[in-house]
């Protein structure tokens, strides 16, 4: 996976979140929108953070 690749990890975390493992899943959400996701994707990934990542 290339490092800074943000879709790459939100796939990541939809995997985790199918895997009902929530801390991996944030945390590799929370990369995806630290390499730039919304703004290349939109809100799905910061809205899954809200709903989920308590």
């Known amino acids: ?3 800074t690749n ?6 990541l975390g939809l ?11 944030c945390t590799v959400l929370q990369i995806a929108l630290d390499y730039g996701l919304l703004h ?8 899954l953070i809200k709903a989920r990542c308590k």
Do not use: I
């Not at 290349?40 to 809205?47: A, F, I, L, R, T």
């Open 1 to 3: 996976m290339y490092p």
């Open 6 to 11: 943000s879709y790459a990890y939100r796939n």
């Open 15 to 25: 995997v985790y979140l199918q895997l009902d493992k929530m801390n991996e899943a």
């Open 40 to 47: 290349n994707y939109g809100p799905e990934v910061s809205e």
